[in-house]
Nanobody, 115 residues
């Protein structure tokens, strides 16, 4: 199983980015997908998740109303649309695929919000 994140970069406060996580090696549609982030000196925190069936999504309070998670099972990809970015959103963003007791992580993509 391989997960590859992309779409990170440097953006000014108030700007937007869309992260992508491409999944390969197993049946993507069977996996719940989750975005996490880790800021310098802090632990990894859950940002947003989406169930395998599209039915359930969840968000950290800090990103509600600003971030949107989605998935395209035909493209084996999960997305995180991030709007109204704040300096506090600066972190390495990771995606995780999970099914039953199995979990797989990507290598992360850096997001830096700074003027």
């Amino acid at each position: 199983v391989q997960l590859v994140e992309s779409g990170g970069g440097l953006v000014q406060p108030g700007g937007s980015l869309r992260l992508s996580c491409a999944f390969s090696g197993f049946t993507f549609s069977s996996y719940a997908m989750t975005w996490y982030r880790q800021a310098p000196g802090k632990g990894r925190e859950l940002v947003s998740g989406i169930s395998s069936t599209y039915i359930t999504t969840n968000y950290a309070d800090s990103v509600k109303g600003r971030f949107t998670i989605s998935r395209d099972n035909a493209k084996n990809t999960v997305y995180l649309q991030m709007n109204s970015l704040e300096p506090e959103d600066t972190a390495v963003y990771y995606c995780k695929g999970s099914r039953w007791s199995n979990a797989y992580w990507g290598q992360g993509t850096q997001v830096t919000v700074s003027s």
